[in-house]
């Protein structure tokens, strides 16, 4: 099965697979997401782009300024494009962590209508066993119990419930706009 994982690497082509932006303009958006997925460096990010241009997957225009130094702006190649579509078309491991889910969800975009799908029901598999798991651990709990193990018990059980819930709510979206062979052929999908 193939690695289904986000790096760095894809996160930065499915953003310029929106729109061409500077180094720090990428930065600050993942710094705006940074509670969920975390931020890469500049350290990280900087070396990335240079590697992305030169597998030709980016181009770096310079653009001048008359008040300010010059912006170096990164574009999406076709190259990087069919990089980026090649691998959205991977299989999604069905451990996938949340901080993994969230930025292919970033990636949305990229994805096949029936792939988003896929990668939504797989997540609630995922949950839902996970949820089953948290509900009978914490009703197991004796009186003998923590107090902050209760608390982190109960909490992992009302962040599951509540992801259970999104996940059924998009799940009923998506599947309204996808004609209903593509939804029949989705829910016989197993990745």
Same mark, same amino acid.
């Given at each position: 099965?193939?690695?289904?994982?986000?790096?760095?690497?894809?996160?930065?082509?499915?953003?310029?697979?929106?729109?061409?932006?500077?180094?720090?303009?990428?930065?600050?958006?993942? $710094?705006?997401?940074?509670?969920?997925?975390?931020?890469?460096?500049?350290?990280?990010?900087?070396?990335?782009?240079?590697? #992305?241009? +030169?597998?030709?997957?980016?181009?770096?225009?310079?653009?001048?300024?008359?008040?300010?130094?010059?912006? +170096?702006?990164?574009?999406?190649?076709?190259?990087?494009?069919?990089?980026?579509?090649?691998?959205?078309?991977?299989?999604?491991?069905?451990?996938?962590? #949340? +901080?993994?889910?969230?930025?292919?969800?970033?990636?949305?975009?990229?994805?096949?209508?029936?792939?988003?799908?896929?990668?939504?029901?797989?997540?609630?598999?995922?949950?839902?066993?996970?949820?089953?798991?948290?509900?009978?651990?914490?009703?197991?709990?004796?009186?003998?119990?923590?107090?902050?193990?209760?608390?982190?018990?109960?909490?992992?059980?009302?962040?599951?419930?509540? $992801?259970?819930?999104?996940?059924?709510?998009?799940?009923?979206?998506?599947?309204? +706009?996808?004609?209903?062979?593509?939804?029949?052929?989705?829910?016989?999908?197993?990745?």
């Amino acid at each position: 099965m193939a690695n289904s994982s986000v790096s760095i690497r894809y996160l930065i082509l499915g953003i310029l697979s929106q729109q061409a932006m500077s180094g720090y303009d990428i930065k600050r958006f993942l $710094e705006s997401l940074g509670w969920l997925i975390g931020s890469p460096s500049f350290g990280s990010l900087y070396p990335t782009l240079h590697t #992305l241009r +030169k597998d030709d997957l980016v181009v770096m225009n310079i653009i001048a300024s008359e008040d300010k130094p010059p912006r +170096k702006i990164y574009s999406i190649t076709k190259t990087g494009k069919q990089a980026l579509q090649d691998w959205s078309d991977q299989p999604v491991l069905p451990s996938v962590s #949340l +901080k993994s889910f969230v930025m292919r969800l970033l990636l949305g975009s990229n994805f096949s209508p029936l792939g988003l799908l896929t990668h939504l029901e797989q997540r609630r598999l995922q949950v839902a066993t996970h949820q089953a798991d948290l509900a009978k651990a914490t009703k197991d709990l004796d009186d003998t119990a923590d107090i902050g193990q209760r608390l982190a018990f109960e909490y992992s059980l009302a962040l599951a419930n509540a $992801e259970l819930a999104w996940l059924n709510n998009a799940l009923e979206q998506l599947s309204q +706009k996808l004609p209903t062979a593509e939804v029949m052929k989705g829910n016989s999908t197993n990745y």
